[in-house]
């Protein structure tokens, strides 16, 4: 898939109904002032202006809850970002939303303003986490607003939030489960940061909330991943965009942040599944040789090497050699007592 020029478009707390405790777009985003017609056509002339290909280009509204903002400003909105998918100078409209913000008329309007993918930012299909992240509403209607979406012919994209006030590993492993059956298109991880001028800041200084920390939260992700792989959905996003709010010295108080979170989630993932095919295969020498494609031999080797020295110690061999070839996003090839292409969704435990 060809990458996409992506238009970031962030409209912070604009129709949010309420404030989750988690929350505060502004500190998130670096935003604080309202989003008008020409500020969304500056924003788009200005992102095409540093793209070099026109062809695979995607405005995304992110933040707050697009669909829950009055009709005619949606409208507006939407208006000027058809127009330039009219012009041929963009290809996609991705908007998120809240799950109690979808009915049929608000679809009837994104699909006549040309939107291809709509986010429903779910974070936990867990009753008591919901309650207690003050989401404002049920899981019912996010089963509701999922079928609703795709009965349009919308691609639907699901978030999902770890580490929330209530939650733990099985209660997030259920909402990734229940994910699977919607079918979605694509989706995205967050671990919970606690921000600056949040409820759950509020609660943490009060001893109310214990957040997720860094180490405990990445097998805890890889677990999440694991699910999704193996079904074949793509998790665009594992963890915040650094931005100068979200970043260490910035607005982070407590939580599982790191710039190249992703990359700590999946070296540990393929670390995980590469210790227990060895052991499970005895496919060992003393000097083992694996091949995989760019990315996924920077994941094996880990961060300074962390993995590669781990994985040499654990198996008790005398040398690991990694070597580049063009393999697909799963596949690993071993040169051991035997050579053997694996794909390392089969050995994660």
């Known amino acids: 898939m060809a990458k996409r020029n992506i238009i970031p478009i962030f409209i912070p707390h604009y129709g949010c109904p309420n404030d989750c405790v988690f ?25 095409l202006s540093y793209f070099k290909r026109k062809d ?16 005619e400003e949606q409208v507006g909105f939407l208006k000027i970002a058809h127009s330039y998918k ?21 679809l009837d309007n994104l699909k006549k303003y040309g939107v291809d993918i709509i986010e429903l930012g779910v974070q936990s299909l867990d009753p008591g986490v919901l309650r207690l992240s003050n989401r404002g509403h049920d899981s019912s209607c996010v089963y509701e607003a ?78 999440l991943l694991n699910i999704y792989y193996r079904h074949n959905i793509n998790v665009i996003r594992v963890g915040l965009q650094p931005t100068d709010n979200i970043n260490y010295g910035g607005d982070i108080v407590a939580g599982a942040f790191h710039p190249a979170y992703r990359q700590l989630v999946e070296s540990y993932y393929f670390k995980k599944a590469l210790i227990y095919y ?19 031999i920077s994941n094996i080797s880990g961060q300074g090497s962390k993995n590669k020295k781990e994985i040499i110690k654990k198996l008790g061999i005398k040398k690991l050699n990694l070597r580049q070839e063009d393999l697909t996003n799963f596949e690993v090839k071993i040169l051991s007592k035997k050579d053997e292409v694996i794909d390392v ?4 435990r």
């Open 56 to 71: 695979n280009v995607e405005v995304a509204f992110y933040g707050g809850s697009f669909t829950a903002i009055p009709l």
């Open 146 to 223: 999922a079928s609703l979406i795709k009965s349009y012919g919308f691609k639907l994209g699901l978030q999902q939030m770890v580490g929330l006030p209530g939650d733990d590993l099985e209660k997030s492993l259920y909402t990734a489960r229940k994910f699977v059956k919607l079918e979605p298109y694509c989706v995205r991880i967050y671990p919970t940061l606690v921000i600056k001028e949040t409820a759950l800041c509020k609660n943490l200084e009060r001893g109310s909330y214990q957040a997720l920390e860094l180490e405990d939260s990445i097998g805890y992700v890889a677990d």
């Open 278 to 296: 060895f052991r499970s295969s005895n496919n060992i020498e003393d000097e083992v040789t694996i091949l995989a494609n760019g990315k996924n």
């Open 23 to 47: 929350c505060n777009q502004r500190k998130i985003t670096g935003i604080s002032t309202d989003i008008s017609n020409s500020d969304v056509e500056d924003t788009i002339l200005e992102y």
């Open 345 to 348: 969704r089969d050995y994660y």
């Open 86 to 106: 009219e012009k041929g100078l963009v290809k996609y409209i991705r908007l998120s939303t809240r799950p109690d913000a979808i009915d049929e008329e608000i």
